[in-house]
């Protein structure tokens, strides 16, 4: 049998019975009836998965497919249609070539088109929900194609309908809304503006903004690289929780807050762990805090799925004991808890 590792950013993940590489939606289709009611594990580019040394006993069905549709207008901008194993980046890249702007922010996010609404990903100030017009999936219980709306996909901060209804949605390909031009949206996020060397809400060519994002990005080690081990990671392991302004108001000052629209309230998940006694450069086993960021967990080289989980496990337990607030895992764990 095929160790998961293999394909996995953390390296790390057991044997699955059977792996099963497709790259048509035909193909799609027919391992998942293969399948039949058994368990199986869709994988992109296994950049957001912690997979257990056991492995997974089911189907592995690893989406490759590409198919890109284009439909271009002056006045309503660029609608595509993305196959769900297109690399994400890949395709950040193309739309940014070609004069679309939108999708900058989201620069350098490992993965593949398909996952990318499951966990409605998102950087800098932007959601990728904000420019996806359509889903086409495949429903497993009802045996056939499935095409959502944006308002079905049920959108929130790092979550989707999909994410909700775990295994019985199959993203077969991605529609999009992007603007033609070459100016960026006013840019909302200090970080970034700051790297841009420009004020909160002013704009940036979607190429400046591109090649930001990518550095800050690097600098903490949020780019996979096969030679730096800090990079061998499923990025952000947690989310940035969401509390109550109760619960706000008791943490320090110093915290970072982002006040929402419902009164609630998101701090970061860096900044809890870090005010917790976690450090940059923590290790359990062959598990480490990454030297350059703290949400990144990183395999050192010879690390354990058991390693990672722990280590997630310690961080975790930290700001719970500190400041009471759960953290939860922006990594989808699969035969593994934490």
Known sequence: MTELSKYTSLRVGGPARKIVQVST?????AAIEAAGDSPIFIMGGGTNVLIADSGFEGTVIRISNNSVESEVD???????????????DSFVLTSISHGFA?????????????AAPIQNIGAYGHEVSEFITRVRTYDR???????????????SYRNS????????????????????????????YIELS????????DKASILDCRNAVLE????????????DHDSWSAGSFFTNPIITQQAADSLPNAAPKWPLEDGRVKVSAAWLIENSGIHKGDEIGGARISTKH?????????ATASDIAALAKRARDHVQSAFGITLVAEVNLVGIEI
């Not at 900058?104 to 088109?113: F, H, M, Q, R």
């Not at 967990?297 to 010879?302: E, F, P």
Request: charged fraction near 20%.
């Open 216 to 227: 800050l990005r690097a600098n903490k080690g949020m780019l996979l690289s096969k030679e």
């Open 161 to 188: 309908y999909f994410k909700a209804h775990p295994g019985r949605y199959v993203v077969l390909d991605v529609a999009f809304q992007l603007r033609i031009g070459e100016m960026t949206t006013p840019i909302t």
């Open 294 to 302: 703290v949400l990144a967990l990183t395999n050192s080289g010879n």
């Open 194 to 201: 700051k790297k841009l060397e420009i004020e909160i809400g």
């Open 74 to 88: 002056a006045c309503s901008g660029a609608t595509l249609t993305i196959g769900a194993g297109e690399n994400w």
């Open 102 to 114: 939108g999708l900058e922010t989201l620069s350098g996010i490992p993965g593949t088109v398909g």
């Open 141 to 155: 219980h009802s045996k056939a194609i499935k095409t959502f709306t944006n308002a079905e996909c049920e959108f």
């Open 25 to 29: 939606e035909a193909e799609i289709i």
